[in-house]
């Protein structure tokens, strides 16, 4: 992944320098559609929409004019409130298609003041072409004629825009990188839904899936010397030893070190576990962050591992060796839970209902860490 640094917060490419000039060259075709035969004037905002402009223009196929507008902003009254004025408008614009380009349109509050001084021009038409724009962020309600891509509610630089006056000459567009690093355990008895969730969560932050269970059945799968291994455990439903898992763990870690983020699911299993891993992940200047823990009823999760077991996804599933895990769970596993409530990293969930209500609930308590 190609970051950049910019006053040493660090960024990391979200949109490709090929993916701009695709959006670009599709504003600028329907601008060539659509108003080839007026008399237009387009109006760039400084500094941010140069780039845009100068991409825009250089394949703007029809005669036009360009004058570049710069907006200067201010703390009015309190009546007044935030006042942008626009400099440079000495073009004449009166009976004229003109066409606004702006780099962003975040709130909208700029470009609403511009639209205002604008008209005052009297153009027969105004028309707005932004590269980006923020609908999360925007809160008012003027159309918006042509838009080149629209963005998440994140700060970003590249392409004309900037941070504190420095990355708009890069090509590409950097999203500012969270430095807020997510070592979350998912935690819960067989058939919690710790997969199902693990799975939302890593896409929304962009984790790397530890499942113990996943590696350890991919290597069963592989028939490698760990799988064989691990075989005769997990068959019974019982546990493969600390040393195994643990090494498996770290392997992957070193593998990802450039992650924003693990999720560990089916690990710590025991407190010894939790003891260990919790040792080599401060090591690792990486401590764990929180324990979210899926509560959910035994007769709901019986129903639920009877349910998957019909599917036959997993030869643990099976009511006998679902009896045993359940077991397992109480006697070793639970026990995982009060080390984390007393280091006050726990987070419990209620792991019953929609999927997506459960979610929710996830991203809030993360959202809170
Ligand atoms: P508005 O909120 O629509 O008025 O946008 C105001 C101005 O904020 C834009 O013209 C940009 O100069 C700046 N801006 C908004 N979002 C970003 C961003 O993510 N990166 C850099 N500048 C931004
Ligand atoms: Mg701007």
């Given at each position: 992944m190609k970051t950049i640094q910019i006053h040493g917060k660090e960024f990391e490419v979200s949109i490709t320098e090929e993916k701009i000039q695709q959006a670009v060259q599709r504003v600028a075709n329907d601008l060539n559609r659509d108003l080839r035969g007026k008399e237009v004037v387009f109006l760039p905002i400084l500094n941010g929409a140069f780039m845009f402009a100068s991409d825009i223009f250089r394949r703007i196929e029809f005669d036009a004019r360009i004058s570049f507008l710069k907006t200067e902003s201010y703390t009015g009254t309190s009546s007044t409130g935030h006042i942008t004025q626009v400099i440079g408008?000495?073009?004449?614009?009166?009976g004229k298609t003109v066409v606004i380009l702006e780099d962003i349109i975040d709130s909208g509050l700029t470009m609403e003041n511009v639209i205002e001084q604008v008209r005052a021009g009297e153009p027969a038409e105004i028309k707005i072409a932004t590269f980006l724009f923020k609908p999360d962020a925007f809160v008012k309600d003027f159309h918006i004629d042509y838009i080149a891509l629209k963005i998440p509610n994140d700060f970003i630089v590249g392409y004309g825009l900037d941070y504190d006056g420095f990355?708009?000459?890069?090509r590409d567009i950097y999203t500012v990188k969270s430095d807020k690093f997510l070592n979350l355990l998912i935690f819960g008895a067989?058939?919690?839904?710790k997969g199902t969730q693990s799975k939302q969560i890593i896409e929304r932050y962009n984790l790397v899936h530890l499942s113990t269970g996943d590696i350890l059945r991919a290597e069963i799968e592989q028939n490698s010397r760990i799988g064989q291994l691990a075989k005769r455990y997990m068959t019974n439903g019982g546990f493969v030893p600390d040393e195994i898992v643990l090494s498996m763990i770290m392997l992957k870690i070193m593998e990802n070190k450039g992650a924003s983020g693990f999720i560990f699911d089916?690990?710590?299993?025991t407190v010894e576990q939790a003891r260990r891993i919790d040792a080599l992940m401060r090591e690792e200047s990486m401590p764990i962050s929180a324990m979210i823990a899926l509560e959910v009823g035994t007769e709901e999760l019986k129903r639920r591992l009877v349910e998957r077991g019909k599917t036959g996804?997993?030869?643990?599933?099976?009511p006998d060796i679902i009896e045993n895990r359940i077991k397992i769970y109480h006697e070793k596993t639970a026990p995982v839970k009060e080390y984390y409530r007393e280091q006050g990293k726990l987070r419990e969930v209620?792991?019953?209902?929609a999927i997506e209500d459960i979610f929710r609930n996830i991203e809030g308590i993360i959202e809170n860490l």
């Open positions: 408008l000495n073009e004449n614009i009166k990355g708009r000459n890069y067989p058939g919690a839904g089916g690990f710590p299993r996804r997993r030869a643990d599933d099976t209620h792991g019953e209902g």
